[in-house]
């Protein structure tokens, strides 16, 4: 993307004599008006001000507990000099003219800092400029305070909603001056989450929730083998089902349309269904598994190559492993569900999307409209995890609703989800190191083994180097003299898309574990030996000294419990994390997590400490129960009796601190989970003796 002054992020417009509106964008290629042609530009947000003084943020991306619809008002509030209390937030559709909506990538606030804070400091002076016209006065006469613009001669004031007329007609300044992070009054505080009355009182629509007049429910029934189709169905028992309406069939399987969700859900029960379980019907997890296996003595694809790692490192101490993770499934407590009405060659759709933009296309795509004759409304999330940035679920729902001539309300089951959904790449991770005689690292590698999920989605002949196999193990930050990175993409029939922090779930695992393995080798402290490969000015090296020192690393533990400390740099941000865990009889149960991240500048300490909290716990869930299996070609688990996750009375005590500084804004919620699993695993083994090496832990 181009580099643009400034005065490119914003564009001003009267609403109809009512107000001041900008349009604060990622700068693409144009502006536009209430009721132009959009296509022109891609704004990102807007930011709107009324008569009254009330300022409306349009958020153009998705709520999913993170935060966002709070987070990003902070930014503009800060700049704008306005009272909290006048903020109000507007969710908008899935459009291009919003620029990327993707939430994802933990991307949300650092893709808007600079936009957003833009957006206020240029309303702001524009107010100014509009208040010192009115009082005949030098703009440096004026201040902006409260949402006022208050005359410094004389103490007088005049409220943003008697400006925004007069503002409107202004010129828009260019390279207004931001605010120095000592003078904010917002960023940084703890505001209370604006969304969370409405879903505390049950006010919230999430997508599960929403009700359309005149809708009716569907459920699918889909072939229990990955890849299958139906050759044949009988729905005589189903038709017989009180409250079912119609079958239909449609691209993924059979859809029962009834007007309820349970006479749906019994509706689909009660079909028959004569299906051809296609090519991986026999396909099961050890097979997937041999296939990863085999490439373990293959080299693999080069990543990253640094120093001379080929060489001979005969005369050194040498040590290999090999990690191993399994697929997994995203399991957001609420399963999938879109409304969508599709008539007069037009489709409308509500949904707890995370990629609208793509919904949109993907819908357009499989029913053959233009993208112009779909709207996408983005509701409430009830988790996601990077699982709704998937469509299928919505093509779906647009699919019975144009097969049928009904609003469809489509509601997937847990088991749906579970077995028909998609899953993080199961991969193996070959290591190799060496440490001298002096016990420093002079080499390291890893090749990771895995399907590649941009190759599966997009391309299939995307070279290793360019793929996504890398992240959380390529450019790290110490100081190893020879360095291989390399990669195998080992293809699937299971399907595989992003899962929250992504390769950064398994990568950092093997690594940091492995880091671990040297340190022993080497007769070192595990601390002690990655502090000693940092540079002394690295934001990785301070967390880690901080974690160490706030954890209380050097305190004796009693038998049977262990500390494991790892790091990790992802998304932006840097993290240091220090497991406690008992491990009595084979058991293992974590007691306390000692988190410190640097993400840069804080928007607002409460939700940063909430994301990291979440992405502890659901961390600890793939570190230690759950795992996907697959068997004649599907998924064998159905439901959280099998797909176990962490319960509320095995959380461990959760210390967090936040390094205070004024770097760049970085990532959060996914950057919480990239050290967990490795300091839990070397605390096992401090207090074991037993390596893990394999995820879910087995101790028996």
Known sequence: MKKQSRREFIKVFTMSGTGLFLAAYTPMNGFFKPGDDPKIFSPSVYLKIDNNGIVTIIVHRSELGQGVRTSLPMLVAEELEVEWENIRVEQADGHPKYGNQ????SQSIRKSYE??????ATAREMLIAAAAIKWGVDVKKCYAEKGYIVNKSNGKKLSYGELVDEASKLPVPENVLLKDPEDFQIIGKR???TDTPDKIYGKAKFGIDLVIPGMYYAAVQRCPAIGGSAKSFNDSKTKSINGVVDVVKISRGIAVIANSTWSSFKGKDALVVDWDLGPNANVNSEIIRKNLESKLNEEGSDIEIIGKPNS?????????????VPFLAHAPMEPMTCIAEVKNGKAELWAPSQNPQGLRSDVAKALGFNEDDVIVHVVFAGGAFGRKLVSEYGIEAAEISKASGKIIKLTWTREDDMKHGVFRPASMHKLKGAVDGNGNPVLFGHHVIAESISAQRFYRALPVKDSDLGEGTKKLSYKIPNIKISGSIVPTHVPVSWYRSVYHTQNPFAVESFLDEMAFAANKDPYEFRKKMLPDNSRLKAVLIKAAEKS???NKLE????????CAECYESYIAQVAEVTVINNKVKVDKVTCVIDCGIVINPDSVEAQLEGAIGFALSYVLKSKITIENGGVAESNFDEYEILTLNEMPKVEIEIMKNTYKVGGVGETGIAALAPAVCNAIFAASGKRIRRLPVELS
Do not use: L, Q
Not at 102 to 105: I, L, S, V, Y
Not at 559 to 566: Q, S, V
């Open 102 to 105: 993707t939430t994802g990538g």
């Open 115 to 120: 936009p957003f804070r833009v957006a206020g």
């Open 191 to 193: 505001i209370h989450r």
């Open 312 to 324: 001979d490192f005969s005369n050194n101490i040498n040590i290999e492993a090999v990690y191993e």
């Open 552 to 554: 209380g690393w050097y």
């Open 559 to 566: 038998a049977g419990k262990g500390r494991g400390i790892a």
